[in-house]
């Protein structure tokens, strides 16, 4: 009968070597020890598995089929911890696949173009990615099914992060009004004064994430309005489309190109300023493939903070 409490590494490590030389003092001297520590070694193993391993065979002995069986499995068992180890390796060469849940502009932004350099000088890291909003990606990094999040929050809707995670930031961006470039020309003053030119419209927030939408409200408190929230969209392609058809304004990022008929208002005091985070289950950086992508995330991102 099987002994519940498991069996030992090193004993394993005995038989597997017993059946490749096939005698206990090619193992004892293979291994530095005594033959005696051999014997005594695999009697225990014995035990923990219930069953005779060795037999006598003339002047020497070999492995009985229970012994045989068990060798076999100690191959793999054994291959499998030293992968593990090796895996986890802080000095090893990074290998394995990093799932990663981020948001769009994220991926584009930051992901993608690392992966050039994982295939030219990491070619055993791969990534699997999911596009999410933040909700989603740490929904997904608290069940284990991702092992990073891209997220992001607004300087004026922070988002507070649990102790369970460790969140790294990478780079800032600040956003403007999008409105319809044929409509009156809206004065320039303080992003109060910007919105407050608007207060009749119609406004577009992100279908899936709350976090711009309290920019909106809480910049429109400030001119003395409350926003007429008519739209609820994702795609920031979409939300263009929906200005240009002149059905509602929106937030925007400054830094992109716009499509025609589109026109974006500088937003300042206070300003629209998007932050991004690498955001990982707190204890899981040492893990070297995710230690390397975050390594080249953040070093992309060191000249784009702002």
Request: charged content about 25%.
């Given at each position: 009968m099987l002994n519940n409490d498991g069996m030992d590494l090193r004993r394993l490590r005995l038989l597997r070597e017993l059946a490749r030389l096939g005698s206990m003092r090619e193992v004892a001297d293979e291994l530095g020890v005594t033959t005696s520590t051999v014997s005594q070694q695999l009697?225990?193993?014995?035990?923990?598995?219930?069953?005779?391993?060795?037999?006598?065979?003339?002047?020497?002995?070999?492995?009985?089929?229970?012994?045989?069986?068990?060798?076999?499995?100690?191959?793999?068992?054994?291959a499998a911890v030293d992968a593990a180890r090796l895996d986890l390796d802080p000095q090893a060469e990074p290998a394995g696949t990093v799932r990663v849940a981020g948001f769009a502009t994220a991926v584009r932004r930051s992901l993608l173009p690392v992966t050039a350099d994982l295939a030219a000088r990491h070619p055993q890291v791969r990534l699997r990615i999911h596009e999410h909003e933040p909700a989603e990606a740490y929904a997904l990094l608290a069940a284990d099914d991702v092992d990073l999040a891209l997220t992001y929050d607004y300087h004026l809707a922070p988002a507070p992060f649990d102790r369970t995670v460790e969140a790294t930031p990478l780079w800032s961006a600040a956003w403007s009004?999008?409105?319809p470039a044929a409509g009156p020309s809206a004065p320039a003053g303080t992003a109060p004064e910007v919105f407050g030119h608007f207060g009749e419209h119609d406004w577009i927030v992100n279908s899936r994430n709350t976090a711009d939408e309290v920019v909106v409200r809480t910049i429109a408190s400030m001119a003395g309005f409350e926003p007429r929230i008519?739209?609820?969209?994702?795609?920031?392609?979409?939300?263009?489309?929906?200005?240009?058809?002149?059905?509602?304004?929106?937030?925007?990022?400054?830094?992109?190109?716009?499509?025609?008929?589109?026109?974006?208002?500088?937003?300042?005091?206070?300003?629209?300023?998007l932050r991004s985070y690498a955001v990982t289950r707190r204890g899981r950086t040492a893990w070297p493939p995710l230690a390397l992508i975050l390594d080249l995330l953040t070093t992309r991102a060191h000249g784009s903070i702002r």
């Open positions: 009697a225990v193993l014995a035990r923990e598995a219930g069953a005779e391993l060795i037999e006598p065979h003339g002047r020497r002995v070999r492995l009985t089929p229970a012994g045989r069986r068990l060798a076999e499995h100690a191959v793999t068992i054994l009004l999008g409105v008519a739209h609820r969209v994702d795609s920031l392609d979409l939300v263009q489309d929906l200005i240009v058809a002149g059905l509602g304004v929106g937030l925007l990022p400054s830094d992109q190109p716009t499509v025609p008929g589109v026109r974006l208002l500088r937003l300042t005091d206070p300003e629209a300023r």
